[in-house]
Nanobody
């Protein structure tokens, strides 16, 4: 059974950098052929793909966030991390990590796994 758990701060000040880590259990981010992905969902808005890192280590960032977001991984800890710089209040959202067969699919597919999400609020 694959489990994903998000961790990081619940409150971040504007202009600071948000760092969220997803820890995987029951699967390997380097050997299991999936996209390891970060999503977010602001209040009342649609689910948005932030970016992903593939099992091969290739990264993808949503064009709208490419200037501010990066994704990296730590294979020894089976973790991958989202860093979002220069945060603004509009970055407030529930952030999810996921293991996906299709890159940045906002539809949950068979074989996909999602974390429970973590609330991040950007506020001074």
């Amino acid at each position: 059974q694959v489990q994903l758990q998000e961790s990081g701060p619940g409150l971040v000040k504007p202009s600071q950098t948000l760092s969220l880590t997803c820890t995987g259990t029951g699967g390997s981010i380097t050997t299991d052929a999936y996209y390891w992905t970060w999503f977010r969902q602001p209040p009342g808005k649609d689910l948005e793909c932030v970016g992903a890192i593939s099992w091969r280590g290739n990264t993808y960032i949503s064009p709208s966030l490419k200037s501010r977001a990066s994704i990296s991984r730590d294979a020894s800890k089976n973790q991958f991390t989202l860093q979002l710089s220069s945060v603004i209040p509009e970055d407030t959202a529930v952030y999810y990590c996921a293991r996906q067969t299709r890159l940045c699919s906002t539809t949950k597919r068979e074989g996909d796994y999602w974390g429970q999400g973590t609330q991040v609020t950007v506020s001074s």
